[in-house]
């Protein structure tokens, strides 16, 4: 769990307090706003700032209570020397709030952070090994700051703003160059017993498959992200197959060039055999997805990231392999699979709107 501050108030991101109560959210015949929702003190009124930082750039904002941003601001991310991306930090809370009363900073980064959301473990983007974020930065801030991943915190803006209101056991699953995940249970992020949950993308889907980047074989990445459709694409391109020509002709006749975001634009501009690569995709989406619910049990899927551009031409084919794969199909209620809200700007919002809920902020 991460710890509170001195003075401060554990929340959705520690142990469940005893906030008041709010109106109950309503959703497809489901009361759960008076359960979850009831006693967490989501209506604290103030803002926050969020900050996302990837690999490229770091994205500020000023959050409010509804969860509307009402500035932003960004910088390229300054290589991968931890002083250096401190600085662009405080730069940015500095510049957005020169018009604004801010209460607290939330900071959302790829990697493994430590229970007590002090120290990143690991980053793969960054320099960042066992470094104590949250410290440094509430020195040069002085204000409270709360530290998390990137994806619990697109999660929870999910859950609170977007597709996941009024859903009390919420997955996030966002495809890109891989997979990653969150949980949202009971009104808390779940987080797991060492604080790495949600690596969803490294189940072994296929034993002996595809070699993946973390030493495996088979992972659920290596065939349902944006990196897999890319590479099947080429692998079709390269077999000079007369479906694929279309394929070529986008690149040049560079099979090379080909990249899961210009098979999702042709899919979507009605090329059939990127249509098809999608589908495929999409299948892998749905069994991956039914061996997580036969796992967790949660009452809906959002599928966030840069892949689900494709919309419908995704996530039709992956409802169908969920619901043909799920165990006990038939005579079990399934889970919802929706598309995620949000957008890019979910991480930000989600680490702003965290760092308000979780922390008792004195004016």
Not at 41 to 67: N, P, Q
Not at 163 to 188: F, S
Request: hydrophobic share 40%; glycine share 16%.
């Amino acid at each position: 769990m991460y710890g509170a501050l001195p003075g401060d108030q554990a929340g959705p991101l520690g142990r469940p307090a005893p906030w008041r109560r709010r109106p109950a959210i309503q959703r497809a015949g489901r009361l759960h706003g008076g359960g979850v929702r009831g006693h967490l003190r989501l209506g604290r009124k103030g803002l926050a700032i969020g900050i996302d930082i990837g690999g490229t750039k770091v994205a500020a904002g000023v959050v409010d209570a509804e969860g509307r941003i009402l500035s932003e601001a960004r910088r390229s991310t300054p290589g991968t020397d931890p002083r250096a991306v401190e600085q662009v930090i405080v730069e940015l809370v500095e510049e957005l709030g020169r018009g604004h009363r801010i209460w607290s900073v939330g900071i959302g980064a790829a990697g493994w952070m430590d229970l007590a959301g002090g120290t990143v473990l690991f980053s793969p983007h960054l320099a960042w090994r066992n470094e104590p974020l949250r410290e440094n930065l509430q020195r040069l801030l002085r204000r409270p700051v709360l530290l998390t991943n990137d994806a619990d915190a697109a999660a929870w803006a999910e859950w609170r703003f977007g597709a996941g209101q009024g859903e009390d056991r919420l997955v996030c699953i966002t495809l890109g160059t891989g997979i990653g995940g969150a949980m949202v249970m009971g009104g808390r992020v779940e987080r797991g017993r060492f604080g790495v949950a949600g690596e969803f993308g490294h189940q072994i889907i296929m034993p002996g498959g595809h070699r993946c980047e973390c030493g495996n074989r088979g992972c659920w990445e290596q065939y349902a992200s944006g990196n897999a459709l890319g590479r099947e694409a080429r692998l079709l391109a390269r077999a000079n197959s007369p479906v694929a020509q279309d394929l070529l002709a986008a690149v040049g006749g560079r099979p090379e060039a080909i990249t899961g975001a210009i098979v999702t634009e042709l899919a979507l501009a009605g090329d059939r055999a990127s249509r098809e690569l999608i589908e495929e995709v999409g299948e892998w989406l749905g069994l991956g997805l039914a061996n997580l619910a036969a796992a967790l049990d949660p009452g809906m899927f959002v599928i966030g990231g840069g892949l689900c551009s494709a919309g419908d031409l995704l996530v039709q084919p992956a409802r169908k392999a969920f619901s043909r794969n799920l165990t006990g199909r038939g005579f079990r209620p399934e889970a919802a699979i929706e598309l995620a809200a949000l957008g890019p700007n979910a991480g930000l919002i989600g680490a702003a709107d965290l760092s308000r809920v979780s922390s008792r902020v004195r004016s």
